[in-house]
């Protein structure tokens, strides 16, 4: 999450300061070139946060290395003020589709009251106003860019349920704004949405070997109007929330339209994640939009490498459609 943190606040700063994308944090040296899969004949999502500032060392080769793999469906990170990282964003999306890509969805957040706060994390009320303003602004831009989903990715401060509800206040205004903008409005999970808040009545009718209160996750799925959001889940991070992403598939069937399809790192290689069932439930509920996602390599290989061997993964598995 840290290293999610990391790559939004540079690609902000790298479009504020006009600095070359591939220069502004210590990642690992130039990729190598990717060899392509031969039987990529399977169309995958992939969410470019994946690439860190890889993506950036040549944008139109490393797109095009990509969509050999199979990667022709891309979710965004690092808009900011018109731009894709560094990149005019009508610039990166002729790149994308030169490359025989669309983009389909984006990664974006409120910004924050001072450069100190990356994101807005405390709503209030009487923030409201800006915060639709930036949604009509972020929404006109993305429907030129032909986006089919606007997900805000990061949660905001949830001490709780009242939290929750003045969230899901604005998690509908902005669902309202990106509907007359042709576009859908989402929320992306990390761990942190399956931490319980509990109501006063809920504590003190609390089973004493259980603990009181709801999910986040939940308070926000049904606090928010199914017309106007929907939700996209990230099913690596509901494990490490302690939940189980094929029971909240099979709650909330006509909720979750979106998945990112992450591990550990590597797809496949923790043992922590079912792809199988995941996949299977996610045909059964009719989901047509899924990314792949990788955190940063833990053995200091290339995100390319990384990335390449996750296409690798799902070209092969014979659950994958």
Sequence with gaps: MSNRRDFLKSASLLTAGG??????????????????????????????????????????????????????????????????????????????????????????????????????????????????????????????????????????????HDDAALVCEFFNEAGQICKDAGLQFGYHNHNWEFKKVATEEQIKNAHPFMEPGDPIEDLFITGTDPNLVVFELDVYWTVRGGSDPLEYMQKYPDRIRVLHIKDRAVLGQSGLLNFQNIFNQMYTNGIQDYFVELEKMPDGRSQMVGIKECADYLQTASFVK
């Design 19 to 160: 600095l070359l994308a591939g220069k502004a944090t210590a990642m690992p040296a130039t990729a190598p070139a990717a060899t392509p899969v031969t039987t990529a004949n399977k169309a995958l999502g992939l969410q470019i946060y994946s690439l860190f500032n890889e993506l950036y060392e040549d944008t139109p080769k490393r797109l095009a290395e990509l969509r050999e793999m199979g990667y022709v469906n891309l979710e965004l990170a690092g808009y900011n003020n018109g731009k894709i990282g560094s990149i005019d964003m009508m610039e990166f999306k002729k790149m994308a589709e030169d490359a025989g890509q669309k983009l389909v969805s984006s990664h974006v957040n409120p910004p924050g009251n001072s450069p100190q706060e990356f994101f807005l994390m405390n709503y209030t009320r009487d923030q409201l106003p800006r915060v639709k303003e930036y949604w009509k602004a972020t929404a006109d831009d993305h429907a030129k860019l032909g986006c089919k989903y606007l997900l805000q990715p990061m949660m905001p401060t949830v001490k709780n």
